[in-house]
């Protein structure tokens, strides 16, 4: 966000103005950059609101970028000239008392709102992200979640517009002292040079150069190859969005040369830098990967309306963007933007999410808290005599505003520990009461598989609960008597007197995202730009016997169960992963809608090693995609084109006598996230279930495996959902974490079971 209304001249010690009056002395107060400020807020609050027409309004941030960087350069600059040196106590002071104590209030707010309407188990995410903005590095925390897959349930932070307000402190940090070490460098050129006329400044198109080439020109090429292959990092991190605040400050630099441009040729200069902004508000979307290119628009569109308004009077405008309405809000624009975001998340906490007449309610709602701030803190604050002459103890208040904010977040994320359990103690209880060797290859130990299938059998189930639960790819083959599985019967549905797995609910619904398989902190998981596999081991790790775990994370939830059969078997686990990458020569998509190449350059990479020297005795692989593309051309995926991706690549395993087990997808909850619901539910779980329906993943699995005499589709819907009902908690066993995915403590529980299917195959 960008500096104060007083800010837009010198500041001075003058009477407190009215939000936008931009009363103080020094250099001519310009209407038209508060006019900007207020098209940039407006614009944020809409998009926001939910006004879909508005589909880029976002480039407001944009435009507050610019105008900070003018501003502030403007600032930093005047001084150096009036007194040869720059106070780097006076311009830090004036940026604590100015910003921090507004931000720090609404931080605070946040925290206690959060604490009596947010759901629990968000408490520690919220509190992680208010730690953040109230350091100022909360752009980072977004930035590494953006690309975290397991962080995909995570709700929309209360803080997430901090995103901008943490950039713009990281750049006040650094703006001044780039500035600095440029003056330094011109005295020393200076002091070594032979020339009589030594100048302690340097002129400004001098110290514009050097912006240019340092900051300016590197942040914009490093934004455009950045945001081509990170669009989602791209969007927050503070090197891909330096460029945008250097141009303001380059327009401050150049302003004696912008003052002569003729009148007419700066008026429409602006006129059509205005036009520019707007239009790219109506052109851009959140598809669109942003800063890049797509951001000189907005940069260059707010960059002409600076440039022109210092010469285009009336002209320019400036007559629309200087009048009362535009000033005020524009004076108001930083405390609308700290505001009108947590009162939406808050009204989303207790109501739902809002229509966009109710958003458009709330943001106008938002004036009044923003009126109220400024008046009682803002504005106080930034006039008091005692912070104006004292710098140092400007930027104490503005710290110790900051230090309750991350205090504030830490209580949220007690509040969030203190509630929670590490979980319970086992049971030792099993999947029946049998003493059947599930575990144990058929024919050892006297385990005799029932089901038994040979390898170029698919297996299917007629649906959990259903009298016929395993059958034979052939449909002539008779049906069970009595479905079980190497001597395990497929279970029914909890009933009141099942000994449960645990002694309580396991994990706890508040620790049930961190339930992961270990192969995440193991650094496993292919992230979506990289397009290369690391395998990763675990299981039997000197065993000859190699079952590759291929996938997405679908695949990937599994190894906490393979990795003890691996154990109990002799078998090395070896694991490909992938960001939601099936493992099938189909174009996918990403989920911003743009091609997913990195996931097939992977497929192809992961085939090749596994018809090569890693060729491993099995494939295992499973996938939540249900639509694909032939080949490279641009079209409408279908779920045939997926089909026919895993059947290319699975016959070109089973061409090299590498068979392929297809493991189902797990369910999809129409509840939201089961641990959420759980957690409000722990004295009756049962609310939280729903009736059993195949996943559209599984039937494409199951029909590529149809088409593929080596390869084998095995469905665990019947133990995942057990008795035709998906439960958010099974024998005291917490069943789901981030999205469709299984916890990792459900996912070992299952061992059993998926050993059962396993056994036979992998070792017929």
Known sequence: MPASTDENVQQTRQPRPRPGSGSSGGSPFRGDIEGLRAIAVLLVLLYHAGVTQLSGGFVGVDVFFVVSGFVITNQLVREIESTGRLSLWRFYGRRAKRLLPAAGLVLVVTAVVAWLLAPRVHWQSIGGDIVGAGAYVVNWVFAARSVDYLAEDVAPSPVLHFWSLAVEEQFYLLWPLVILALIGLWRLRQRRSASKHVSGTPRRGHLALGLLLLIVVPSLVFSIVYTQSHPSEAFFVTPTRLWELGVGGLLALGAARLETLPRFVAGLVAWLGLGLLLTSAFLVDANTPWP?????????????????????????????????????????????????????RFWEWEQGTPTVWVGLGIV????????????????????????????????????????????????????????????????????????????????????????????????????????????????????????????????????????????????DPLQA???????????????????????????????????????????????????????????????????????????????????????????????????????????????????????????????????????????????EGVPVIALSDTPSPPIGPVYECVDEHRDDPTECSWPYAASPGSQVLQDAAAQVDDATFVDMGPWVCPGGECVGVYRNVLTYRQGSHITATFAEVLTEPLAAYLTPLVEP
């Open 513 to 655: 995202t961190a339930d992961v398989p270990g192969l995440y902190a193991s650094g496993c998981q292919i992230a979506e730009a990289d397009d290369t596999s690391e395998p990763c081991d675990f299981g039997d790790l000197d065993s000859d016997v190699v079952v590759a775990v291929v996938g997405d994370s679908k695949a990937a939830q599994w190894v906490p169960a393979l990795e003890r059969i691996g154990e109990e078997q002799g078998w090395l686990i070896r694991t490909y992963t992938k960001q939601s990458c099936s493992f099938a020569d189909s174009l996918q998509d990403t989920a911003q809608g743009e091609p997913y190449t990195s996931c097939r350059a992977w497929g192809q990479d992961v085939l090749d090693r596994l018809t090569g020297e890693e060729r491993p005795d099995v494939v295992l692989t499973s996938g939540v995609r249900s639509t694909g593309l032939v080949g490279d051309e641009p079209g409408e995926p279908t779920a045939e084109g997926l089909t026919d991706g895993y059947v290319r690549y699975w016959q070109a395993l089973a061409d």
């Open 292 to 344: 890049g290119y797509w951001a000189l628009a907005p940069v260059l569109g707010t960059a002409a309306v600076i440039a022109g308004g210092f010469r285009a009077k009336r002209w320019g405008p400036a007559g629309l963007l200087g009048t009362a309405p535009f000033v005020w809000v524009g004076g108001l624009s930083y405390s609308l933007y700290l505001w009108h975001w947590p009162l939406l």
């Open 364 to 507: 106008a709602a938002s004036f009044l808290p923003a009126w109220l701030a400024y008046t009682l803190v803002e504005s106080p604050l930034r006039y008091a005599r005692a912070l104006s002459t004292t710098p140092r103890y400007a930027v104490s208040v503005g710290l110790n505003c900051s230090l309750a904010a991350v205090l504030a977040g830490v209580l949220l994320i007690v509040g969030a520990l203190g509630g929670s359990s590490a979980g319970g103690q086992s049971t030792g209880a099993q999947w029946s009461s049998d003493d059947a060797a599930v575990s144990s290859a058929p024919g050892e130990d006297g385990a005799e598989s029932t089901a038994g299938p040979s390898e170029d059998e698919a297996l299917t189930t007629s649906g959990p609960g259903e009298d016929e639960a395993l059958t034979t790819a052939d449909p002539g083959e008779d049906e069970l008597d009595e479905p079980v599985v190497a001597g395990l019967p497929l279970p029914e549905a909890e009933q009141p007197g099942d000994e449960p797995f645990f002694d309580q609910i396991t994990p």
